[in-house]
């Protein structure tokens, strides 16, 4: 049961239509099933032929989730863009640190980053960023205080806001000229999973509307992705989308956005990529992907914990 569970949470082969809700749960899953396998190893058991068989016919989709280091270092020069959701600057103090906020411009200030996108950001409480003298913020709510920023070491040409309907999330794009060569670069934020998962995993019996309610988010993403995906399609720019997606990397949502264009961490990452530790098992939420025509020579990481997201960075080159 759980090798078909596998299957259909990454979408080979077959789709379970009434249990839509299984590629949220992909990593887990694919954990479980990595256990079992070893379990069957070590007791030198047949069935892990069949544990085996499938980790071999998932394999590229595996590597979704897990990318093994290469040999050589790609040594070509680039530039770097960090993504990175500050959760509000730990406004409603998440975190007993009061010194958040500094200590997130010093771990951008230590990655040097030539472009940076950050999602949930709280004017009041953001740091200067003194280095990005050039900065665009747009708000995605009434106030006008919290919303996405980019921030950048040189001009931005042209910039403009994504807004999506009935929803405190949202985007913008800025155009800037790297390398003489000009590019779109977006920060997006996209419809939070309003839903308490741990409780929904482990009592889920008791928790149908909870679910109606997930499946109802997931709608209002894939139509987000939608509109985000359509507007990066209508300009001619090399784009690079900077996101917390707010799902997986077997979601509808990021096959529609990653369908013709490159996930940065499958070109270029190491390791698992976890993004968001508010779970109890790994999950890659937060994306750069980027256009067939940049090349991604490096990803990484961030093991920063000053936030419920950590940074990811990639270095690109035309």
Same mark, same amino acid.
């Given at each position: 049961m759980t090798l078909t569970f596998q299957l259909a949470s990454m979408g080979k082969w077959f789709h379970f239509e009434m249990l839509w809700f299984l590629p949220l749960f992909c990593p887990l899953i694919s954990i479980i099933n990595l256990l079992f396998l070893l379990f069957w190893i070590f007791r030198a058991k047949w069935p892990f032929l069949l544990f085996l068989f499938v980790f071999f016919v998932t394999l590229d989709e595996w590597g979704l989730l897990?990318? $093994?280091?290469?040999?050589?270092? =790609?040594?070509?020069?680039?530039?770097?863009? $960090?993504?990175y959701n500050v959760r509000l600057f730990n406004q409603f103090n998440w975190i007993n640190d009061g010194q958040i906020p500094e200590k997130i411009q010093a771990? /951008? =200030?230590?990655?040097?980053?030539? @472009?940076?996108?950050?999602?949930?950001?709280?004017?009041?409480?953001?740091?200067?960023?003194?280095?990005?003298?050039?900065?665009?913020?747009? %708000?995605? #709510?009434s106030n006008g205080n919290l919303g996405n920023i980019i921030l950048s070491k040189t001009p931005i040409l042209e910039s403009g806001k994504v807004e999506f309907k009935n929803s405190n999330s949202g985007g913008i794009y800025a155009d800037l000229e790297i390398e003489k060569r000009r590019f779109r670069f977006f920060s997006i934020h996209f419809e939070s999973l309003s839903t308490n998962f741990k409780e929904t995993l482990v009592d889920w019996q008791y928790? #149908?509307?909870?679910?109606?309610?997930?499946?109802? @988010?997931?709608e209002v993403q894939n139509k987000q992705v939608q509109l985000i995906d359509s507007v990066a399609q209508s300009t001619q720019l090399p784009v690079v989308i900077c996101m917390d997606l707010n799902n997986n990397a077997f %979601?509808? %949502?990021?096959?529609?956005? @990653?369908s013709n264009r490159k996930d940065a961490f499958v070109q270029a990452?190491?390791? /698992?990529?976890t993004t968001y530790s508010g779970l109890l098992f790994p999950l890659r939420i937060d994306f750069i992907i980027v256009s067939q %025509? /940049?090349? @991604?020579l490096d990803f990484k990481t961030s093991k920063a914990k000053l936030s419920d997201h950590r940074p990811i960075m990639a270095i690109l080159a035309n």
């Open positions: 897990l990318q $093994l280091p290469e040999g050589e270092q =790609n040594k070509q020069q680039g530039f770097k863009v $960090l993504s771990e /951008i =200030n230590s990655l040097d980053p030539d @472009v940076v996108c950050l999602q949930e950001y709280a004017q009041e409480l953001a740091p200067e960023f003194s280095d990005y003298p050039y900065q665009y913020f747009e %708000s995605t #709510v928790n #149908v509307n909870e679910f109606q309610e997930l499946k109802k @988010v997931l %979601s509808n %949502s990021y096959q529609q956005l @990653v990452g190491t390791g /698992i990529g %025509s /940049i090349d @991604v």
